[in-house]
């Protein structure tokens, strides 16, 4: 199993920045890819960006520009550079990995148990 830890979530003023982070651990054999979702009350889940083990992201529409994810490949952690926020950016971000552990041949998808980022004035 892999267990994800997030951290650095809290309350920001509109226009402050934040960094998240997420450290990665257990039977890791290959992580494929890692990133952040967030969810904001009575909303879907949603993509805000990834990074795949080659260092390629993904970003939704939304942050482009603003936010920044990067990745320690050897220290199995992502990052979330989170500036010039919104108050409609209130949310729980929850990391994710997409991961093949130790014995594998599958990946599976494992979630971190989020945490509140509060944007508000």
């Known amino acids: 199993q892999v267990q994800l830890v997030e951290s650095g979530g809290g309350l920001v003023q509109p226009g402050g920045s934040l960094r998240l982070s997420c450290a990665a651990s257990?039977?890791?054999?290959?992580?494929?890819?890692m990133g952040w979702y967030r969810q904001a009350p009575g909303k879907q889940r949603e993509l805000v960006a990834t990074?795949?083990?080659?260092?390629?992201?993904n970003y939704a529409d939304s942050v482009q520009g603003r936010f920044t994810i990067s990745r320690d490949n050897a220290k199995n952690t992502v990052y979330l550079q989170m500036n010039s926020l919104k108050p409609e950016e209130t949310a729980v971000y929850y990391c994710?990995?997409?991961?093949?552990?130790?014995?594998?041949?599958?990946?599976?998808?494992?979630w971190g148990q989020g945490t509140q980022v509060t944007v508000t004035s």
């Open positions: 994710n990995a997409f991961a093949v552990v130790v014995g594998g041949s599958v990946g599976h998808d494992y």
């Open positions: 257990g039977s890791i054999g290959f992580i494929v890819a």
């Open positions: 990074i795949a083990s080659s260092g390629s992201t």
